[in-house]
């Protein structure tokens, strides 16, 4: 029984890096600054740098705090009523996140008497759900386009993401290009700080066996 839990938790932690991961790139600027500028969306859009930045800046704060999307009235109501459900799934994300937190510190304090059986569970769980990932991920990056939209029909209940490019600033600054680099981003983030985990679990048992024992 011990050792399913274990392994659930290696799983949760898992999953923790990947909600982390997500938020990281999501609501960094300065990450969005670069896409722009190798996707050419200043060369392509009617808008200032400086209109581009603070659009940029009200959609980040939107989805991390209790703000409108209200730069001078540039989102069409469909762009609003989209972000809308976007900021949903971004709440239960942070709600999912925070209770992961929890679940997991009470595991490994309940655990901890029991850290070496404890940590190889974890490690064999973090590996082989890294394993599972990396397939999934490459069987969609074998057609990127068909699960970009085959994750929009499932995570919203509306026709509202299918914005158009000469209506929405959106979709202008955020093409599938954009995409394509956040999820690749993502998908390293999560294996290098999943070796990471891994790595100081084993440092972490090899120590445990080495402590002379009293």
């Known amino acids: 029984m011990k050792k399913t839990i274990y392994y659930l938790c290696g799983g949760l932690i898992f999953f923790l ?23 050419n969306v200043y060369q392509n859009i009617t808008y200032s ?23 001078k009235d540039i989102f069409s109501d469909k762009e609003k009523s989209h972000m809308k459900d976007v900021k949903y799934i971004f709440q239960k994300g942070f709600l999912i996140k925070r209770l992961s937190i929890i679940v997991i510190c009470i595991i490994i304090y309940m655990g901890r008497k029991d850290m070496n059986n404890m940590l190889k569970s974890f490690n064999k769980s973090i590996l082989s759900t890294c394993v599972v990932f ?14 970009f939209t085959v994750f929009h029909k499932i995570f919203f209940n509306n026709d509202n993401w299918l914005l158009s490019p000469k209506e929405s600033i959106i979709i202008n600054l955020l093409p599938l290009e954009f995409f394509k680099s956040i999820s690749i981003y993502i998908f390293m983030t999560i294996l290098i700080v999943s070796c990471i985990v891994i790595s100081i679990n084993f440092f972490l048992i ?8 009293l």
């Open 17 to 39: 890096i990947l909600l982390i991961s997500i938020e990281f790139y999501s609501l960094n600027s300065f990450f969005y600054f670069i896409q722009y500028d190798k996707n």
């Open 49 to 71: 740098k400086e209109d581009v930045k603070n659009v940029t800046y009200n959609l980040i704060d939107y989805l991390k705090y209790d703000v409108d999307l209200d730069y």
């Open 134 to 147: 990396t397939l999934l991920c490459s069987i969609i990056s074998l057609n990127y386009y068909k699960y």
């Open 206 to 213: 090899k120590r445990k066996k080495l402590e002379p024992k």
